[in-house]
């Protein structure tokens, strides 16, 4: 006689093999829930890390741009843009960079700095319109300035 014959004779029942129904969905609903709990919050942190890391870029950038004013006397034209920090302008005799170790980065959201010299807020504006590319906001959409 077999172990699980004793068992069942005894009125013993086998453990049961694998999960019913009932318990799966049980399972799924409690991941559903803690995914839409977590999810969203997880989501708006992204959000807050690329306003952090624009701003960290737009101080970095501010900073090439000191440099490249010490060293030329002047800050890039508007036309010459924040590509002069990475490539030495033909027109510049002055230059000693590059003052950045790599291109100048694209915006969190894929778009270029805007860079304007002379500014309308100082000697240069340096700028990003954040996540919906249009002036104004809050949050993520916000501004996202040099001034």
Not at 56 to 83: M, N
Not at 96 to 116: E, H, M, N, S
Request: charged fraction near 20%; proline fraction near 7%; avoid cysteine.
């Amino acid at each position: 006689m077999t172990f699980t014959q004793v068992l069942s004779s005894s009125g013993i029942r086998p453990a049961a093999r694998g999960f019913t129904l009932l318990e799966l969905l049980v399972v799924l609903v409690i991941i559903g829930l803690l995914a839409g709990y977590v999810g969203p919050k997880f989501f708006a942190q992204i959000g807050k890390s690329e306003v952090k890391t624009a701003t960290a870029q737009i101080d970095a950038l501010g900073k090439a741009l000191d440099q490249y004013r010490l060293d030329t006397g002047r800050y890039p034209s508007s036309a010459q843009g924040l590509d002069a920090l990475f490539n030495r302008p033909s027109d510049e005799p002055r230059w000693w960079g590059p003052y950045l170790r790599k291109a100048v980065p694209a915006d969190p959201w894929g778009r270029p700095y805007q860079y304007r010299s002379p500014g309308q807020h100082g000697d240069f504006d340096l700028f990003t319109l954040g996540k919906d590319g249009r002036e104004g906001g809050d949050g993520e959409n916000q501004d996202i300035t040099s001034w």
